[in-house]
């Protein structure tokens, strides 16, 4: 599809100053780019477009009444979607099983902060069964369309989220983020996925995967627009026991150079993909020119802090939430998503203090590794799948997927995947840029910076970066 104009953040914002597009102008645009593609299989509820109309009409008559106020609504106009496993008052939310699906009564904490900033919601979008999956392919509502190449899985657990950002229908959208539901969606679809520090979002409102790990993310076209989404929906949420209250500087000054650390040779997985690995190590000369020195640092205890959020006793807390209807009625399950509750309900309390354990001797080992580098760099994935190869091994290539994405909230990081070059067969590569809780700021203006000089198009969208 052709669009006549850029759904990010600069644009909308340039031509609303001008006078050139209204908020009422761009819910039609939407609408119709969401009519023109068809059956993408990315949404799961749309909102009556009569409906964001109207919310688009009462907001350009509240943003008069606030510029005479001298108020700002820093998300003014800008459409978003939300995975559904987000609650927003009176729409259902299904997590992608009908069985489990519910009217919410209320809305979630991060959706009211956006509204209040201007945003202006379109729907719900599609995702691996209970966010489940690193694939995109989970679900009772079908694949969603990977924006670049259609014969690639669009990633998980967020595909419909990061699908409508990088197929022009939004302007941004939430995901949520357990082992890299927030980042690998975003590397298959050439777009910014960010994951902040855990506590600076809320979850009142989220079915939880694991509630003592999970995250909310952001999809954007690039990096200033998902920090400027974070920067309007944090806060401190007393209905969100794991809230954090303190101080995080989203915009510290830039540094002129930093560390960032890489795995050795025996420790980068690019599982035969001789494309991605030549893509990542051009994405290392990037880093270099912006003032970066790599550091070699031993990996090891990060891949083991990763195999135990999907390997070990953690797998047991994502039944909490379905226990009910999995012990009930087990068949409305997707299969691999049913495996996933089965192996759960077998673990014992022992394995779970066991794992409690690992972790905290894990912390220690990454935490010298953390003296030695500002930040981690390593590829979103290792490698790209077709969706014909995840049907045929979709445990092993899901497992596969999360070797570098898993243990980032175990360990309490932030993290941003960001869109590298294009790779030689045209396909996009994918660099995540982590580091220790509340470096957000930093690692944003890393990414940034990286971003710009890849002068790679924006999703799949052809429009290049503003």
Same mark, same amino acid.
């Given at each position: 599809?052709?669009?006549?104009?850029?759904?990010?953040?600069?644009?909308?914002?340039?031509?609303?100053?001008?006078?050139?597009?209204?908020?009422?102008?761009?819910?039609?645009?939407?609408?119709?780019?969401?009519?023109?593609?068809?059956?993408?299989?990315?949404?799961?509820?749309?909102?009556?477009?009569?409906?964001?109309?109207?919310?688009?009409?009462?907001?350009?008559?509240?943003?008069?009444?606030?510029?005479?106020? +001298?108020?700002?609504?820093?998300?003014?106009?800008?459409?978003?979607?939300? %995975?559904?496993? #987000?609650?927003?008052?009176?729409?259902?939310?299904?997590?992608?099983?009908? @069985?489990?699906?519910?009217?919410?009564?209320?809305?979630? &904490?991060?959706?009211?902060?956006?509204?209040?900033?201007?945003?202006?919601?379109?729907?719900?979008?599609?995702?691996?069964?209970?966010?489940?999956?690193?694939?995109?392919?989970?679900?009772?509502?079908?694949?969603?369309?990977?924006? #670049?190449?259609?014969?690639?899985?669009?990633?998980?657990?967020?595909?419909?989220?990061?699908?409508?950002?990088?197929?022009?229908?939004?302007?941004?959208?939430?995901? &949520?983020?357990?082992?890299?539901?927030?980042?690998?969606?975003?590397?298959?679809?050439? #777009?910014?996925?960010?994951?902040?520090?855990?506590?600076?979002?809320?979850?009142?409102?989220?079915?939880?995967?694991?509630?003592?790990?999970?995250?909310?993310?952001?999809?954007?076209?690039?990096?200033?627009?998902?920090?400027?989404?974070?920067?309007?929906?944090?806060?401190?949420?007393?209905?969100?026991?794991?809230?954090?209250?303190?101080?995080?500087?989203?915009?510290?000054?830039?540094?002129?150079?930093?560390?960032?650390?890489?795995?050795?040779?025996?420790?980068?997985?690019? !599982?035969?993909?001789?494309?991605?690995?030549?893509?990542?190590?051009?994405?290392?000369? #990037?880093?270099?020119?912006?003032?970066? &020195?790599?550091?070699?640092?031993? !990996?090891?205890?990060?891949?083991?802090?990763?195999?135990?959020?999907?390997?070990?006793?953690?797998?047991?807390?994502?039944?909490?939430?379905?226990?009910?209807?999995?012990?009930? %009625?087990?068949?409305?399950?997707?299969?691999?998503?049913?495996?996933?509750?089965?192996?759960? @309900?077998?673990?014992?309390?022992?394995?779970? !203090?066991?794992?409690?354990?690992?972790? @905290?001797?894990? %912390?220690?080992?990454? @935490?010298?590794?953390?003296?030695?580098?500002?930040?981690?760099?390593?590829? &979103?994935?290792?490698?790209?799948?077709?969706?014909?190869?995840?049907?045929?091994?979709?445990? %092993?290539?899901?497992?596969?997927? +999360?070797?570098?994405?898993?243990?980032?909230?175990?360990?309490?990081?932030?993290?941003?995947?960001?869109?590298?070059?294009?790779?030689?067969?045209?396909?996009?590569?994918?660099?995540?840029?982590?580091?220790?809780?509340?470096?957000?700021?930093?690692?944003?203006?890393?990414?940034?910076?990286?971003?710009?000089?890849?002068?790679?198009?924006?999703?799949?969208?052809?429009?290049?970066?503003?």
């Amino acid at each position: 599809m052709s669009f006549s104009y850029s759904l990010d953040f600069q644009t909308l914002a340039s031509n609303y100053k001008a006078g050139m597009l209204t908020p009422t102008a761009v819910v039609a645009e939407v609408f119709s780019r969401i009519q023109a593609s068809g059956d993408d299989h990315v949404w799961t509820h749309v909102l009556p477009q009569d409906e964001v109309m109207q919310a688009a009409r009462a907001l350009e008559e509240r943003r008069r009444r606030q510029n005479e106020s +001298g108020a700002e609504l820093p998300l003014y106009g800008l459409p978003f979607a939300i %995975k559904d496993n #987000i609650d927003v008052a009176g729409l259902p939310t299904t997590a992608a099983c009908p @069985a489990y699906a519910y009217i919410a009564d209320k809305t979630a &904490t991060i959706v009211d902060a956006l509204r209040d900033a201007g945003a202006l919601l379109i729907g719900k979008t599609n995702l691996d069964q209970f966010a489940n999956g690193l694939v995109g392919i989970r679900s009772p509502y079908g694949v969603s369309r990977n924006a #670049i190449d259609p014969r690639y899985i669009p990633g998980g657990s967020s595909p419909g989220s990061a699908v409508a950002v990088a197929s022009g229908l939004v302007s941004f959208s939430l995901g &949520t983020d357990t082992g890299g539901s927030g980042r690998v969606p975003a590397a298959y679809n050439n #777009i910014v996925g960010l994951k902040p520090t855990r506590g600076l979002l809320s979850t009142a409102g989220l079915i939880p995967v694991n509630r003592g790990v999970d995250c909310p993310s952001v999809f954007a076209l690039i990096c200033s627009d998902a920090y400027q989404v974070l920067a309007a929906a944090r806060g401190y949420d007393a209905r969100d026991p794991f809230s954090y209250a303190g101080e995080c500087d989203l915009d510290p000054p830039r540094r002129k150079d930093f560390r960032f650390g890489i795995p050795t040779r025996k420790d980068l997985n690019f !599982f035969e993909d001789a494309a991605t690995e030549k893509a990542f190590h051009t994405n290392l000369e #990037i880093l270099k020119n912006l003032g970066g &020195t790599a550091v070699e640092i031993d !990996f090891a205890p990060f891949i083991e802090a990763g195999r135990l959020l999907f390997s070990g006793p953690w797998v047991a807390e994502r039944l909490v939430p379905v226990k009910e209807l999995f012990f009930n %009625k087990p068949d409305v399950f997707h299969p691999t998503t049913r495996a996933i509750f089965e192996r759960a @309900a077998k673990l014992s309390a022992t394995e779970a !203090f066991e794992g409690l354990y690992r972790l @905290a001797e894990l %912390k220690v080992q990454t @935490a010298a590794e953390w003296r030695n580098m500002d930040c981690l760099v390593v590829p &979103t994935t290792g490698t790209l799948h077709t969706v014909e190869a995840v049907e045929a091994d979709p445990i %092993k290539l899901n497992t596969d997927m +999360g070797y570098y994405t898993y243990y980032v909230n175990l360990l309490v990081l932030c993290a941003v995947a960001v869109p590298g070059v294009v790779r030689d067969d045209g396909l996009p590569s994918s660099l995540s840029v982590i580091a220790p809780s509340f470096e957000d700021g930093m690692i944003r203006h890393i990414a940034a910076s990286f971003h710009r000089q890849t002068n790679v198009t924006l999703g799949g969208t052809g429009f290049p970066h503003p």
